[in-house]
């Protein structure tokens, strides 16, 4: 299982409906869950009209166990159930006072519960912003999937203080193990100045001497050369990675000035320069996205039911492509027989030009693009993208110490 909470600097990027549609794109061929921990706002009941008997109220207060609180689409949306593999679990409708605002021991318990669910891949649909709501379900790591709006360059800025909000956290707990704290903060003595200004970094970001981690890690090898915290230290750094999707993409160069320059300099700048990015994909501005949000349908249901009733033309499958990427009027008549090298190069042009308009243009293309993506990032049982196991802080400081220790 893979668990993959969404998350996004500011509200109304469009998380719920991404994070429905992903769910549903995957549930094509794996079984999804789909977990609204949106609490208060149930935004997620608002996009998808399907009865729900039990909710994340009967699991917190009436003792059902969450896979009890797994629903499926109804069969009056699903009849030809293409999208059976895919459930929900819906947070309550009304305002449930500590469900809302739940405390620690109620955040286990739904932590552990996520943990076993029987899935292939549990989608997380968290609320804006950045409290401890948000960052406890966002893994200590980085597998979530931080969504961003090229249109709004506010809303960049806030997520990248998302990404900044985990790492620094994940640094947090590092600097606060009992073997950090026997070594470098000793009781009886004075804390290494050195680690003591890493600490206050972490809790406010800023520093006398140092921008960012960078200088510390820098400053800390030239002081301690053979120190095993330092080492891991700088490992998890250079290994945090932050997976992003464009919603509403608009147009590359938008895409690249409004969010990835900014994200990226913005994450140098204050962060690190050894953290990397990978693009997972986008999702083009659609009215027929919005209008799904509108009747309740999803849009990756609507449109599969669209499809079955107009079906797809009849046409050899070259030209089909062809057309498909609005090549058919650049065929030229071979003017004489393409060797094997010609063939392969025109083979794979035709699949760079799919690849571009399919990925570019269709908003069902775009989510299969996304979750082909995260089937191939999760397919890597060491890779860090999607963990199995949402680590609880002690589970998490257990494994540091072992590796520092
Ligand atoms: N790709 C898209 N094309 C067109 N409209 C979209 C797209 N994605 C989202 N929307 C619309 O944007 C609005 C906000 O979306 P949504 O509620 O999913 O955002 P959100 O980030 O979950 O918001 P909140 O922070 O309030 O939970 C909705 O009206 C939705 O239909
Ligand atoms: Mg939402």
């Not at 994940?170 to 606060?176: A, D, E, G, P």
């Not at 120190?227 to 290994?239: A, K, P, Q, S, W």
């Not at 979750?371 to 999760?378: D, M, N, P, T």
Request: charged share 25%; proline share 5%; aromatic share 10%.
């Amino acid at each position: 299982m893979r668990i993959l909470p969404v998350s996004s600097g500011k509200g109304g990027v469009g998380k719920t409906t991404f994070a429905l549609n992903l769910a549903l794109a995957l549930a094509k061929t794996q079984s999804t869950v789909l977990i609204d921990m949106d609490t208060g706002t149930s935004s997620l009941r608002n996009f998808l009209d399907a009865p729900v008997e039990r909710d994340l109220f009967h699991f917190l207060k009436k003792g059902t166990s969450m896979e009890e609180c797994r629903q499926a689409l109804p069969l009056s949306m699903d009849p030809d159930r293409a999208f059976a593999k895919f459930n929900f679990i819906a947070s309550p409708r009304g305002f449930v006072h500590d469900i809302v605002n739940f405390d620690s021991a109620t955040k286990n318990k739904l932590v552990q519960a996520i943990n076993v669910l029987r899935a292939d891949y549990v989608i997380i649909d968290l609320k804006a912003g950045l409290d401890t709501h948000v960052l406890d379900f966002l893994p200590i790591s980085n597998s979530g999937i931080i969504l961003f709006t090229p249109g709004l360059r506010a809303a960049t800025l806030a997520a990248a203080e998302i990404a900044k909000a985990i790492l620094f956290r994940m640094l947090n707990i590092m600097l606060s193990a009992p073997l950090v704290r026997e070594r470098y903060f000793p009781a009886d003595g004075q804390p290494a100045p050195l680690f003591q200004r890493l600490h206050d970094f972490l809790q406010h970001g800023q520093d006398p001497e140092a921008k960012n981690l960078d200088d510390f890690i820098n400053e800390a090898a030239e002081q301690f050369p053979q120190d095993n915290f330092i080492r891991v230290l700088r490992y998890y750094v250079e290994n945090f990675k932050v997976y992003y999707v464009l919603n509403k993409f608009n147009t590359v160069a938008e895409s690249v000035e409004n969010t990835i320059k900014p994200l990226v300099e913005n994450i140098f700048r204050t962060v690190s320069s050894r953290v990397s990015f990978r693009n997972l994909g986008w999702v083009v501005e659609n009215e027929e996205i919005k209008k799904s949000s509108e009747t309740g349908i999803p849009y990756l249901v609507r449109r599969y039911y669209q499809k079955r009733e107009t079906p797809a033309r009849v046409l050899d499958s070259d030209d089909y492509l062809r057309d498909l990427c609005g090549l058919a009027t650049k065929r030229q008549p071979a003017q004489k027989k393409p060797t094997l090298k010609d063939e392969l190069s025109n083979q794979i042009d035709l699949l760079r030009s799919i690849y571009i308009c399919n990925a570019g243009s269709d908003p069902e293309t775009n989510f299969d693009f996304i979750a082909a993506a995260i089937k191939e990032f999760s397919a890597y049982s060491n890779h860090q993208f999607g963990m199995k196991h949402i680590f609880s802080e002690g589970e998490f400081l257990e494994r540091f110490q072992a590796r520092i220790g």
